[in-house]
């Protein structure tokens, strides 16, 4: 369905304004369908992409900053978002030996075995969006998005 038509427009749309509100409204239906897949596990999408860069530091713990410069969303509260995932026991905080105003961030077992329980459904999730595109479709998405977001 065309944008136009989702959103009712009543006038003749700019290419570049309708380019933003496809755009835009694609990453919200993303988002609701991801969160639904989260929802099952009390989990947001912020509280999720900590737990996946915890897990890819391999046992090593990350401190706020490295978090925060991986974040997808750059705005979320870092801070917040790892004294929830303390609270469900799915990370643990410490002190930092080396420098005690720095804390070290660490992914628990708890916190790997829902990762695991949660990767299938991830996987599912998106492979359905790209269900659609073949892969040089794809590869010319990447391509478009990457040079469209480069301001």
């Given at each position: ?26 990453q ?10 989260l ?55 410490e ?57």
């Amino acid at each position: 369905m065309k944008i136009e038509e989702i959103i009712k427009a009543t006038s003749d749309l700019t290419l570049e304004k309708r380019t933003l509100l496809n755009l835009m409204y694609t990453q919200n239906v993303i988002s609701e369908k991801f969160n639904e897949v989260l929802k099952p596990f009390e989990l947001s999408t912020e509280q999720f992409n900590v737990l996946r860069i915890l897990r890819g530091q391999k046992g090593k713990p990350a401190n706020m900053c490295v978090i925060q410069e991986r974040m997808i969303a750059k705005t979320s509260n870092t801070t917040r978002l790892v004294d929830k995932l303390l609270l469900k026991e799915l990370v643990t905080r410490e002190v930092c030996p080396e420098n005690r105003r720095k804390m070290e961030i660490e992914i628990t077992d708890k916190g790997l075995a829902l990762l695991k329980e949660l990767d299938p459904l991830v996987v599912t999730h998106e492979n359905h969006f790209a269900e659609n595109l073949t892969r040089e479709e794809l590869e010319n998405l990447n391509n478009l998005l990457e040079k469209f977001r480069t301001i």
